[in-house]
Structures are given as C-alpha cells and as structure tokens.
C-alpha cells in the first residue's frame, strides 16, 4: 500500500482544514488506517483512528470534538476533517495503514505517507 497525503497549509486559529491520503493497491479496505502528527522537537503521536469499514473510529483527547476521521473504500481515500484548529495542532500529519484491521497505533502501522504540514497562526 502507498499512501499520499495531501490538504495541509497555513490557516489561523479557528479555522477549519481537511486533510485527505489516498491510497494505492487493492487491499486498502483491509486495513485499519490512522492520522499521526510530530511537532517540531516532538515525538510522533496518535491523531486519530477509523477500523476498516468505518464503523470504529477513536481519536486521541487532545482533538475530540474537534477533528473527525473518515473512510471512503471504493475511493480509497481516508479524510481528517479539522475544525477549531489551534497553534498547538501544528504539525506534519502523517497518514498511515497496518495494525489490526479495526485499529491501528504508532507501533502497529505498516504504511506510512509521506505527511503534509499544518501550520496554525494565532
């Protein structure tokens, strides 16, 4: 599986990005799939989830209510809706595939994109 991540950029506080990664190769419904992000001088960390048909989704604390991760399998193509961004969310955003196909961690991905940057101004 390749993985391409696109929709990242310059946006202030408040504002809203979608992020999206599309995925080559046919088995891309098999897998769970997961955005990452890793802050300047910071460790790689847990964004959020989705199992591989959609019907499980988990994000981490720091982005509930405010970030949403979908799925589209026939367009193989998985999506990071971000609303209320925060200076705090800037980051390069990774998408990444493997693990279980219900849920996917740091340590379990198999696939990773090559990651977009997102940049928040206060």
């Known amino acids: 599986v390749q993985l391409q991540a696109s929709g990242g950029g310059l946006v202030q506080a408040g504002d809203s990005l979608r992020l999206s990664c599309a995925a080559s190769?046919?088995?891309?419904?098999?897998?769970?799939m997961g955005w990452f992000r890793q802050a300047p001088g910071k460790e790689r960390e847990f964004v959020a989830g989705?199992?591989?048909?959609?019907?499980?989704?988990n994000y981490a604390d720091s982005v509930k209510g405010r970030f949403t991760i979908s799925r589209d399998n026939a367009k193989n193509t998985v999506y990071l809706q971000m609303n209320s961004l925060k200076p705090e969310d800037t980051a390069v955003y990774y998408c990444?595939?493997?693990?279980?196909?219900?849920?996917?961690?740091?340590?379990?991905?198999?696939?990773w994109g090559q990651g977009t940057l997102v940049t928040v101004s206060s």
């Open positions: 990444a595939a493997g693990g279980t196909p219900n849920r996917i961690t740091i340590a379990t991905a198999s696939y």
């Open positions: 190769g046919r088995t891309f419904s098999r897998y769970a």
């Open positions: 989705i199992n591989w048909n959609g019907g499980g989704v």
